[in-house]
């Protein structure tokens, strides 16, 4: 069973600073990962989608790495500001089905 | 296209009531999935549809849980009877083959008390 995990839980920086939220899974087996911005309150937005051949994406500020061998992914958030503040998912989509595993979330606080 | 659409955003109501939560997806997509969040357990996958058609409902909780999809443009999510461990946030979503992006409405806040 594909297990999601992302460390770490929640993470506080001053505006400005550059920053790592981590992504792993168990299953190798992925057709691609994706990672998602929720605000509170609301529902979940697409930020980078990764295929399985791919290494990376990027997307103004932020950028995505795949290391599918290692079961990790990577978002770098560059320059960060208060607006980014949110829970960050990363999720997982099997090989073998159309159903998207997710993890638990990192709670991200920019202090202005 | 104004995404996904859920109804209503919140509910509020008593342990042993019917709930039923709606959803629009965007037009054109093939693929609807019905999750719940809640803090102890993250995003859970409840239940897609393909084109109309359940696909896999392994995530659903229980014979209290069903979900319906009629046409392309309609899908509900019905709990009978609710019961105070079902509060949570079930969100919507939506994607055109099922291997793409998924959208996500806004959800629906339910409280059973």
């Known amino acids: 069973k594909q297990e999601v995990t992302q460390i770490p839980a929640a993470l506080s920086v001053p505006e400005g600073e550059n920053l790592v939220l981590n992504c792993s899974f168990t299953?190798?087996?992925?057709?691609?990962l994706q990672w998602f911005r929720q605000d509170p309150g609301k529902g979940l937005t697409s930020l980078l989608l990764?295929?399985?051949?791919?290494r990376e994406q990027t997307s103004g500020r932020l950028n995505a790495s795949l290391d599918k061998s290692s079961g990790r992914s990577t978002l770098y958030i560059a320059a960060s500001q208060p607006g980014d503040s949110a829970t960050y998912l990363c999720?997982?989509?099997?090989?073998?089905?159309?159903?998207?595993?997710f993890g638990p979330g990192t709670r991200l606080s920019v202090l202005p | 296209d104004a995404g996904v659409i859920q109804s209503p955003r919140h509910e509020v109501t008593e342990m042993g009531q019917e709930v039923t939560l709606r959803c629009k997806p965007i037009?054109?997509?093939?693929?609807l999935f019905w999750y719940r969040q809640t803090m102890m357990r993250g995003l859970e996958l409840l239940i897609y549809?393909?084109?109309?058609?359940?696909?896999?409902d392994s995530g659903m909780p229980e014979d209290r849980f069903s979900a319906k999809m009629p046409n392309a443009s309609f899908s509900t999510l019905k709990i009978q009877p609710s019961e105070p461990r079902d509060s949570a946030v079930y969100f919507c979503?939506?994607?055109?083959?099922?291997?793409?992006?998924?959208?996500f409405g806004p959800g629906t806040r339910l409280l059973v008390l």
């Open positions: 299953d190798s087996a992925i057709y691609n």
């Open positions: 990764i295929q399985s051949s791919q």
């Open positions: 979503a939506s994607s055109g083959t099922g291997q793409e992006t998924q959208y």
């Open positions: 999720a997982v989509l099997l090989n073998y089905g159309q159903n998207f595993v």
């Open positions: 549809f393909n084109n109309n058609v359940p696909i896999d």
């Open positions: 037009s054109g997509h093939d693929y």
